[in-house]
């Protein structure tokens, strides 16, 4: 049977489970401007995500189907 389901190791140890008709094995950003920090480091794993959306697409690479994730409370000000 094929599951549209994947999983792979993300590199700060978080294991992500995608769906592969979405995610096209690119990396994973997580955002949170109430727990987030935007500095080197961040932005792997959802408990350590960068604060904002700006700075998680300057982490993605154009064209790798990179997915970026706002977490439940996330704000931005503009």
């Known amino acids: 049977m094929d599951s549209k389901l994947f ?3 993300q590199p700060g ?3 992500v489970v995608n769906d592969r008709s979405i ?3 690119g990396n994973v950003f997580w955002v949170s401007s109430t727990t987030g920090t935007d500095s080197a480091g961040y932005g792997r794993n959802p408990d350590a995500p960068v604060a904002t959306l700006d700075y998680a697409i ?3 690479t ?3 189907g990179d997915i970026v994730y706002l977490m439940p409370g996330h ?4």
Do not use: D, P, T, V
Not at 75 to 78: K, L, P, R, W
């Open 7 to 9: 999983s792979r190791k």
């Open 75 to 78: 704000a931005e000000n503009i």
């Open 23 to 25: 995610a096209a094995g």
């Open 13 to 15: 140890g978080f294991y």
């Open 62 to 64: 154009a064209s790798k």
């Open 58 to 60: 300057g982490l993605c």
